[in-house]
Nanobody, 127 residues
Framework: QVQLVESGGGLVQAGGSLRLSCAAS????????MGWFRQAPGKEREFVAA????????VRAGSVQGRFTISRDNTKNTVYLQMNSLKPEDTAVYYC????????????????????WGQGTQVTVSS
């Protein structure tokens, strides 16, 4: 089992930047595909970005293309989400998640594919 702890959320003005971090416990971090999701009030949880075990493959939602970048450092058991040019519609609780399935090659974009979740960090973008 892995525990995930997100940090880096906060309040930022539109056009600003934030970098989220997700620290994982344990020594098997490099075996997990990692993803970021977000959930705004009254809405379903939606995919943001995901990264393969070796960081050789990344996937991003169309709504964040060109603005958000996912990365990971397996030596630090941490996955990051760099968010630039933030918009009010990016306001949500952001969650990191881990997919432990060794068969996964292309990072999944649906929440059901992920096995472990962090508690979330709030991101609020003011207009």
């Amino acid at each position: 089992q892995v525990q995930l702890v997100e940090s880096g959320g906060g309040l930022v003005q539109a056009g600003g930047s934030l970098r989220l971090s997700c620290a994982a416990s344990g020594r098997t971090f490099s075996t997990y595909v990692m993803g970021w999701f977000r959930q705004a009030p009254g809405k379903e949880r939606e995919f943001v970005a995901a990264i393969s075990r070796s960081a050789g493959s990344t996937v991003r939602a169309g709504s964040v293309q060109g603005r958000f970048t996912i990365s990971r450092d397996n030596t630090k058991n941490t996955v990051y989400l760099q968010m630039n040019s933030l918009k009010p519609e990016d306001t949500a609780v952001y969650y990191c998640a881990a997919d432990r399935d060794p068969v996964t090659v292309v990072p999944a974009t649906t929440p059901d594919e992920y096995d472990y979740w962090g508690q979330g960090t709030q991101v609020t973008v003011s207009s």
